[in-house]
């Protein structure tokens, strides 16, 4: 773990008290710096009046946190890694001085919670536990930090009283930073040892194909299917339902798994749409794919029945898509380059197959079908562009195989200073991916993908910045400037250096150094999730301005922005482009 990383592991120190000139303020205020060590200030905050709401929070806040510590004492405690030893101690003592500071707001308030280790259950006796036991009780950890996170934005919302806001803001970076370390642990304890069951292997490699955020619809049970995904022909074609049931895959033999994601087959011999990434999947291995099968096998049976596909004549005939994998689809396992390392391979492997990051990153032809000599040049996808993975001096262009690796597991980039390498945060199709797949992958597989993408060479020349230029507007300039003087400046500061890695900043930002404007425009009208169990990233927030600026004004920051910090993308970005892309939201079409 470097010094960043354990930075951002570190809480707040915020004394909860009463006015500072009091004795017992600063006394609080002593105590919590001692519990919770960190480089924040301290910062004092007067008791306020709680209501029943905020009484009942404080409550389940405080079971939160006994639940956590109880779980790091009896079964991470008797760890058999290092890494599994290091989060129960992490967990331990964080938790353990969060329920100390919670004690301390209640007190305040007339509320007595009992001391660690004397509340019903809290007793760190318990039985050993097997490696399965501990990956399934991470799973259950992750679910309860994502809900507490939930929580405690809502309480933030509608608290008035500030020590117990206080110690909102002191806590929800350190629920956050759990939640990511349980993450990545639970991703190394299944997929690191050799031994580990086909099972546990399959589920991780699910994660790394992100299949269940395409086959899972907005409320609908995990895997069953009925997602939306409209075609640029116009129509509609929904997910399958990939469970194990009777309307799922339930009857699928092995041999049909293979056939499916190597050959684009049903067991009918009836060729898959290609929204379904076959073309990629065709490179997984046979063990890999048998290892998805085994897991698929194991989720919950769901008898849903997603609606058949509403497409414009002739795509819905099945004879338009022989006749276009007979074209554009050549299937065939991945093979390695003996040339080169087993980590770029591994890299390679991962991008080229299951992760099919092609399906986004690179261009298509009028057959919707990925033109091979541009792979992973970059393309448009749902009002945003993915950015070339090439090297041609915008997307990764400026990251390190380091950063890069960061930026893939967090979604944003943390550079080791100010100003010193890239800085940008992933929002739209990208923060997804991180989110659902990306932020689960084992160390050693976003390094091996960051190689392998870090070596691949331009295959076209960059164009010259003038002929991706207008001639800037002087007026939607100024514009630009008083609206980010109002708006931004708080958060991204008049320098643009933003407040890393809560905010990042435009200087350097690959966002707004894209030849192409889509990015800053579709980041302005979209902002990120509200709902921090929906957010890609525990530390980015920014809201959308769709309601708050018009078309003009939305171009005119976007143009400021370019012009500023884009370097040799600085150009005009025409009202056209936030109206279009607006419109295009309202209807649904784009990633909200």
Same mark, same amino acid.
């Given at each position: 773990?470097?010094?960043?990383?354990?930075?951002?592991?570190?809480?707040?120190?915020?004394?909860?008290?009463?006015?500072?000139?009091?004795?017992?303020?600063?006394?609080?205020?002593?105590?919590?710096?001692?519990?919770?060590?960190?480089?924040?200030?301290?910062?004092?905050?007067?008791?306020?009046?709680?209501?029943?709401?905020?009484?009942?929070?404080?409550?389940?806040?405080?079971?939160?946190?006994?639940?956590?510590?109880?779980?790091?004492?009896?079964?991470?405690?008797?760890?058999?890694?290092?890494?599994?030893?290091?989060?129960?101690?992490?967990?331990?003592?964080?938790?353990?001085?969060?329920?100390?500071?919670?004690?301390?707001?209640?007190?305040?308030?007339?509320?007595?919670?009992?001391?660690?280790?004397?509340?019903?259950?809290?007793?760190?006796?318990?039985?050993?536990?097997?490696?399965?036991?501990?990956?399934?009780?991470?799973?259950?950890?992750?679910?309860?930090?994502?809900?507490?996170?939930?929580?405690?934005?809502?309480?933030?919302?509608?608290?008035?009283?500030?020590?117990?806001?206080?110690?909102?803001?002191?806590?929800?970076?350190?629920?956050?930073?759990?939640?990511?370390?349980?993450?990545?642990?639970?991703?190394?304890?299944?997929?690191?040892?050799?031994?580990?069951?086909?099972?546990?292997?399959?589920?991780?490699?699910?994660?790394?194909?992100?299949?269940?955020?395409?086959?899972?619809?907005?409320?609908?049970?995990?895997?069953?299917?009925?997602?939306?995904?409209?075609?640029?022909?116009?129509?509609?074609?929904?997910?399958?339902?990939?469970?194990?049931?009777? %309307? =799922? #895959?339930?009857? !699928?033999?092995?041999? &049909?798994?293979?056939?499916? @994601?190597?050959? /684009?087959?049903?067991?009918?011999?009836?060729?898959?749409?290609?929204?379904?990434?076959?073309?990629?999947?065709?490179?997984?291995?046979?063990?890999?794919?048998?290892?998805?099968?085994?897991?698929?096998?194991?989720?919950?049976?769901?008898?849903?029945?997603?609606?058949?596909?509403?497409?414009?004549?002739?795509?819905?005939?099945?004879?338009?898509?022989?006749?276009?994998?007979?074209?554009?689809?050549?299937?065939?396992?991945?093979?390695?380059?003996?040339?080169?390392?087993?980590?770029?391979?591994?890299?390679?492997?991962?991008?080229?197959?299951?992760?099919?990051?092609?399906?986004?990153?690179?261009?298509?032809?009028?057959?919707?079908?990925?033109?091979?000599?541009?792979?992973?040049?970059?393309?448009?996808?749902?009002?945003?562009?993915?950015?070339?993975?090439?090297?041609?001096? %915008? =997307? #990764?262009?400026? !990251?390190?195989?380091? &950063?890069?690796?960061?930026? @893939?597991?967090? /979604?944003?980039?943390?550079?080791?200073?100010?100003?010193?390498?890239?800085?940008?945060?992933?929002?739209?199709?990208?923060?997804?991916?991180?989110?659902?797949?990306?932020?689960?992958?084992?160390?050693?597989?976003?390094?091996?993908?960051?190689?392998?993408?870090?070596?691949?060479?331009?295959?076209?020349?960059?164009?010259?910045?003038?002929?991706?230029?207008?001639?800037?507007?002087?007026?939607?300039?100024?514009?630009?400037?008083?609206?980010?003087?109002?708006?931004?400046?708080?958060?991204?500061?008049?320098?643009?250096?933003?407040?890393?890695?809560?905010?990042?900043?435009?200087?350097?930002?690959?966002?707004?150094?894209?030849?192409?404007?889509?990015?800053?425009?579709?980041?302005?009208?979209?902002?990120?999730?509200?709902?921090?169990?929906?957010?890609?990233?525990?530390?980015?927030?920014?809201?959308?301005?769709?309601?708050?600026? &018009?078309?003009?004004?939305?171009?005119?920051?976007?143009?400021?922005?370019?012009?500023?910090?884009?370097?040799?993308?600085?150009?005009?970005?025409?009202?056209?482009?936030?109206?279009?892309?607006?419109?295009?939201?309202?209807?649904?079409?784009?990633?909200?």
């Amino acid at each position: 773990m470097n010094s960043t990383q354990h930075s951002m592991l570190t809480l707040l120190a915020i004394a909860v008290a009463v006015p500072a000139s009091s004795q017992a303020a600063e006394s609080a205020a002593q105590r919590f710096a001692t519990q919770f060590p960190g480089p924040g200030q301290v910062i004092v905050a007067p008791p306020g009046k709680l209501d029943a709401r905020d009484r009942a929070f404080i409550e389940q806040a405080a079971a939160y946190h006994r639940d956590q510590v109880r779980a790091a004492k009896r079964v991470f405690a008797r760890a058999d890694t290092q890494a599994t030893h290091d989060y129960a101690t992490r967990v331990d003592h964080d938790q353990s001085s969060a329920y100390a500071k919670l004690s301390e707001v209640a007190a305040m308030q007339g509320i007595t919670l009992p001391e660690l280790g004397q509340a019903s259950g809290d007793s760190g006796a318990g039985p050993d536990s097997s490696a399965t036991d501990k990956t399934s009780l991470l799973r259950e950890t992750i679910d309860r930090h994502r809900a507490e996170l939930a929580r405690f934005e809502r309480e933030r919302k509608q608290s008035k009283a500030p020590n117990l806001n206080a110690y909102i803001d002191a806590t929800t970076p350190v629920i956050e930073e759990h939640l990511k370390l349980a993450r990545r642990l639970l991703s190394a304890m299944t997929s690191a040892d050799a031994d580990q069951t086909q099972v546990e292997r399959g589920r991780y490699l699910a994660r790394v194909g992100d299949c269940e955020s395409c086959h899972t619809r907005d409320g609908g049970e995990p895997y069953a299917g009925g997602r939306a995904i409209k075609t640029p022909y116009g129509g509609v074609i929904y997910s399958a339902n990939i469970t194990p049931s009777p %309307e =799922g #895959i339930g009857g !699928f033999t092995d041999k &049909d798994f293979l056939t499916a @994601l190597h050959e /684009g087959l049903s067991p009918d011999g009836e060729p898959y749409y290609p929204a379904f990434p076959y073309p990629s999947f065709t490179k997984v291995s046979d063990e890999d794919a048998l290892a998805i099968k085994a897991y698929l096998d194991t989720v919950k049976p769901s008898g849903y029945v997603p609606p058949k596909p509403d497409l414009p004549w002739p795509l819905g005939l099945r004879d338009v898509l022989y006749a276009w994998q007979e074209l554009y689809f050549k299937p065939g396992r991945f093979k390695p380059d003996s040339s080169k390392s087993d980590a770029w391979n591994r890299g390679a492997y991962l991008v080229e197959g299951l992760g099919h990051c092609g399906a986004c990153h690179t261009p298509r032809n009028l057959a919707s079908a990925k033109i091979g000599a541009e792979a992973l040049t970059g393309a448009m996808r749902q009002g945003w562009h993915a950015p070339d993975l090439r090297g041609l001096g %915008e =997307g #990764i262009s400026d !990251f390190s195989v380091d &950063d890069l690796a960061e930026f @893939l597991q967090s /979604g944003h980039a943390k550079p080791a200073k100010i100003g010193a390498g890239p800085q940008t945060a992933a929002m739209g199709p990208m923060a997804e991916v991180i989110h659902d797949s990306l932020s689960y992958l084992s160390d050693d597989d976003l390094r091996a993908m960051a190689l392998y993408l870090k070596d691949l060479p331009p295959v076209q020349e960059q164009p010259p910045a003038t002929a991706r230029q207008r001639a800037l507007d002087p007026k939607m300039y100024a514009l630009g400037e008083s609206l980010y003087q109002g708006w931004c400046v708080a958060c991204h500061r008049d320098s643009g250096q933003g407040r890393p890695p809560y905010v990042p900043g435009l200087r350097n930002n690959p966002v707004v150094k894209d030849a192409k404007a889509n990015n800053v425009v579709m980041s302005l009208l979209i902002g990120s999730p509200a709902d921090v169990t929906q957010a890609y990233s525990p530390y980015v927030r920014m809201p959308s301005f769709a309601e708050t600026l &018009d078309d003009t004004e939305i171009a005119a920051v976007a143009t400021y922005l370019r012009a500023r910090w884009g370097g040799d993308s600085s150009a005009q970005v025409p009202v056209s482009l936030p109206a279009r892309l607006r419109a295009q939201l309202e209807q649904g079409e784009y990633l909200k």
